[in-house]
């Protein structure tokens, strides 16, 4: 007889701002690794802790720890892209919870939202799926909407040289290689 697994409880606290210390719960699936508190902490470090009018975009959202991280430091807007089901499902959950106004969850895909809008954002999270090759292609695409001065947070299981942006911050923690870009 087949034993059913108990599915893990996955989940990751909000490390700062309005909603610190609230915890976030998401699917036990095996491409889906939330930004460590330490790299987040780093992250809003260099940003400067709070995100105050700010329009953000968290194109591969998953577990949502830098969406909701950024909603809760002040930013405006921050809109999630979450293209598979559960997850998405639990990002709703989890917006519906914290009830961080500003929050919009959709179900799409980063590669066809940046295509299809026009919409400029101050600041972009780019954290695809470390197995995928994704990232240069989907690095391009935001720089295209970014607002002038914004930035693009990028983490990666190797660093990046990207032609035309400029590295402000890179660091390294565990396999992940993380830094925030801007236009040359």
Same mark, same amino acid.
């Given at each position: ?19 610190r ?27 400067g802790?709070r &995100?105050?009018? @700010?329009?953000?975009?968290? =194109?591969?959202?998953?577990s ?5 991280? #950024? /909603?809760s *430091? ?10 598979e ?6 990002l ?30 101050? &600041?972009?999270? @780019?954290?695809?799926?470390f =197995? ?9 695409l #935001? /720089?295209? *909407? ?23 911050r ?15």
């Open positions: 007889m087949d034993s059913v697994q108990p599915q893990k409880n996955n989940s990751v606290r909000i490390i700062g701002g309005e909603c210390s609230r915890v976030l719960h998401f699917p036990d699936l095996p491409d889906l690794r939330p930004t460590p508190d330490r790299v987040r902490e780093t992250l809003f470090n260099w940003l802790q &995100l105050d009018g @700010l329009v953000c975009l968290d =194109a591969f959202a998953g949502g720890a830098l969406g909701f991280e #950024a /909603a *430091r002040g930013a405006a807007r921050v809109v999630m892209l979450e293209p089901r559960s997850t998405f499902d639990a709703l959950k989890n917006a519906q919870v914290l009830a961080q106004n500003g929050v919009e969850v959709l179900r799409r895909n980063a590669q066809s939202h940046l295509a299809g809008t026009q919409e400029r954002y101050d &600041l972009i999270f @780019l954290d695809p799926p =197995a995928s090759e994704l990232l240069p292609g989907i690095l391009l #935001a /720089a295209t *909407r970014l607002a002038p001065g914004g930035r693009i947070y990028v983490e990666s299981p190797r660093p990046l040289a990207p032609t035309g942006m400029g590295v402000l890179s660091g390294r923690a565990g396999q992940s290689h993380f830094c925030l870009l801007e236009i040359a």
